[in-house]
């Protein structure tokens, strides 16, 4: 049962290879069920190897499925195999699933779109490219995957490239990550110097074995990867702009699964992250200052898909806190969490901005609950899990960070509270402003009154909102029912600390953690049920996001194009190429010397030739005679 | 009687080092050309003094095909020889090094 893994990946990569033969002669509805049935086969086959791992006994679950030799040169020997065990098969479930959901959704959003089959065409790519990256048993293999979902990302944010807004998204999208993948390529490279292998089964076991300054060399080489992929400070500058792309595509790669890779192969690296304690350390802190910096943005944003961007940022933070913090399991946890709020979030703006044909922002929305009832009834349950209400799904996996947050240190503890009363407070800012208050969008244009989507749009919403509201289920921090932890064990050690296994702290933990959500909610209730405008919370700094777009733009505009045209006009014309040239002069001139030597007298050649005789004899003869 | 090995090699270096000094200092290019020729030949001596002493037919052998070359050389050589005589009145070498490139 469980060797029939290799379907996973196969049913949306026979879904593409499908569309681009035939997209175009299918046509417009047919095309997006395709991509929607592969995924769902992709789902069935994920479900099938679950149950098929789950009978399998503690250390069991760890199978490797090799399909095929893909590289072997010298030493190097790259198999292109399955690795099946709790960690990969967790994040190929809600992979499959929340994809499954997002096409069906993508059916009724993209109607009419004229490069429809297209769109499902990429994003089957995207699926099949995911599926890699989780499921691979090698570093190369996960790092195929990894550029499959950037190549796919950037192809699904210009989407509609007619757009220079959108092509020059997806350009900012690919350059920002190429960053990151330079830090996991040279990962890459010390990792097989010291290993001579790049298969997980033959490199994480053995983690211990390194000295301490290759393993914080290859975890901070490979966490730049991640910083990239994950969109952590400071590489996290592309993922607003990301938001130019269709919104299912924002939900699907921009919140739940491609933006989460970083995490993942935090995850998955973590025996050697333990040996390099350091590394842990920067990426919580790393993480905690992303998740804060992000939420203070997030304050100010009036478009309603970059406010969720840079939420989605704040909480990829808060899962590097995790990670940082020791508490992978709170990482994946969160991860699974996020990733049905998040992508429940993006889908219900995407149904908003449908039915307010396409506009964004929310200062010119509000009192939509009248005439979005199911949109807006399923964003409020995804507000309420991301502000980490209970018993909603964000509040489990929330406290469950910040609880570890503070054994790793108080000061991080600190920084995830604030946070976590920051979003609670945007949340419900964009909740008053969309769904509440008055009616602003009449005032703005008499277009025609806003709608509710089309069912295939509305049904991923419900499964998502109930998945939202329950997801907290499968980790409970009591001792039985911590069911994920139970089943991520034999890949991660145990990191629960003294702390969270003892019941007062929890309790204290929890309820502070809900006071911070609830004192947010109020404020942001105070501030904005009454009025739209309150510049006062609003200021300019926050607005512009910090300046960091222009300051990036100053610093590579000035002095960045500064040192490059000194290197292309000083460096490269004069050393570079004057090398080159020098090279070349210095042949010349020898070579005019050297033609003096043919004089045209057959008397000179034949005492050259005498005399070379002589010494060729006289150099054997000396040879010899020694 | 017999002539000893020894005496042929003697013979040959003596007729190998008039051919090379003849190179060397004569103007003349049929002189010249003789002068290669005797030298060859003092080399084809050598040859065949080796085989015989060393019980060898590699030697002998080789005679032939040094004999093939020289044949095929002095093809060429007297061809642009005569093509040089016929433009020229004397046939010093070293009138001829307007050739040189």
């Not at chain 1, 009419?112 to 099949?128: A, C, I, K, S, W």
């Not at chain 1, 499921?135 to 210009?158: H, K, M, P, Q, R």
């Not at chain 1, 491609?258 to 192969?265: E, K, R």
Request: glycine fraction near 10%; charged fraction near 15%.
């Amino acid at each position: 049962m469980i060797h029939a893994a290799w379907l996973i990946p196969a049913f949306p990569l026979a879904g593409f290879l499908l569309a681009v033969v035939a997209g175009k002669r299918i046509g417009e509805p047919g095309a997006g069920w395709l991509a929607t049935t592969a995924v769902a086969g992709s789902f069935v086959a994920t479900c099938v190897t679950f149950a098929g791992l789950h009978q399998l006994q503690g250390e069991e679950r760890h199978v490797v499925d090799t399909l095929f030799t893909w590289i072997k040169v010298g030493h190097l020997d790259v198999h292109a195999g399955l690795l099946i065990d709790p960690l990969s098969i967790t994040m190929a479930l809600f992979v499959t699933g929340v994809s499954t959901l997002i096409h069906l959704y993508s059916i009724g959003y993209m109607h009419g779109d004229e490069r429809y089959p297209r769109f499902f065409l990429y994003l089957n790519l995207f699926v099949f490219s995911m599926l890699m990256l989780v499921l691979a048993d090698n570093f190369l293999l996960t790092f195929l995957g990894w550029e499959g979902v950037g190549a796919c990302s950037y192809l699904l944010i210009s989407f509609w490239f007619e757009r220079d807004s959108a092509a020059t998204a997806g350009k900012k999208a690919f350059v920002t990550n190429r960053v990151g993948d330079f830090g996991f390529l040279i990962a890459m490279f010390l990792i097989f110097g010291a290993f001579g292998s790049l298969d997980y089964a033959k490199v994480l076991p053995y983690s211990n074995l390194l000295t301490s300054g290759t393993a914080t060399a290859i975890g901070l080489l490979l966490f730049l990867g991640a910083c990239g992929k994950s969109a952590q400070l400071p590489l996290y500058i592309w993922l607003p702009d990301a938001m130019e792309g269709p919104t299912p595509v924002s939900a699907l790669i921009h919140a739940a699964t491609m933006v989460t890779a970083g995490v993942f192969l935090m995850v998955r690296v973590s025996p050697i992250l333990t040996v390099a304690p350091d590394v842990l350390t920067v990426i919580a802190i790393v993480g905690a200052a992303t998740a804060l910096f992000a939420a203070t943005i997030a304050c100010a944003q009036d478009d309603i898909k970059r406010v969720l961007a840079y939420s989605t940022i704040s909480q990829l933070g808060y899962m590097f806190l995790a990670v940082g913090s020791g508490a992978y399991t709170a990482a994946l946890f969160h991860m699974i969490t996020h990733a049905f709020f998040k992508a429940l979030l993006f889908l219900a703006a995407g149904a908003v901005i449908h039915g307010m044909h396409d506009e964004q922002n929310m200062k010119r929305m509000g009192a939509l609950r009248r005439y979005l009832p199911i949109t807006s009834g399923t964003f409020i349950v995804g507000w309420l899990a991301i502000a980490g209400v209970p018993p909603f799904a964000g509040f489990w996996s929330k406290d469950d960070i910040l609880a570890n947050a503070w054994d790793k240190s108080p000061i991080l503890w600190a920084v995830g509270l604030v946070t976590a009363l920051l979003t609670a407070y945007y949340m419900t800012r964009q909740v008053i402003l969309v769904f509440y208050g008055e009616a602003r969008w009449q005032t703005a244009e008499g277009h025609a009154e806003p709608h509710e989507a089309p069912p295939t749009m509305t049904l991923p919403l419900i499964i998502l909102a109930g998945l939202a509201a329950v997801a907290g289920a499968i980790n409970l921090p009591f001792a039985k029912t911590a069911v994920l932890e139970h089943f991520l064990h034999p890949v991660l050690e145990t990191t629960q600390h003294e702390l969270v296994a003892s019941g007062a702290h929890k309790v204290l933990f929890a309820a502070i953690a809900t006071a911070a959500a609830l004192v947010g909610i109020a404020l942001a209730r105070s501030a904005w049920s009454r009025t739209a405008e309150r510049p006062e919370l609003e200021p300019d700094v926050l607005q512009r996001a910090w300046r960091v777009d222009e300051s990036v733009s100053a610093l590579v505009g000035g002095p960045g194009r500064g040192l490059a045209d000194f290197t292309a006009y000083s460096v490269d014309k004069n050393v570079v190429d004057g090398a080159f040239n020098g090279v070349a002069e210095l042949v010349r001139r020898g070579g005019e010397q050297l033609r003096k030597v043919q004089t045209g007298y057959v008397r000179n050649y034949a005492l050259g030739v005498a005399a070379g005789t002589v010494l060729l004899f006289a150099y054997v003869v000396v040879r010899v005679a020694n | 009687m017999t002539v000893s090995g020894g005496a042929y090699l003697a013979l040959a270096a003596l007729l190998f080092s008039i051919g090379a000094v003849g190179l060397l200092i004569r103007r003349n290019v049929l002189v010249m050309f003789m002068c290669v020729e005797l030298m060859l030949n003092a080399v084809n001596l050598t040859f065949v003094t080796f085989a015989r002493m060393l019980d060898d037919i590699g030697g002998q052998a080789v005679v032939f095909f040094v004999l093939v070359v020289a044949a095929a050389e002095v093809v060429v050589g007297l061809g642009i020889i005569v093509a040089i005589f016929r433009r020229r009145a004397g046939a010093t070498a070293d009138d001829l090094h307007i050739l040189k490139g």
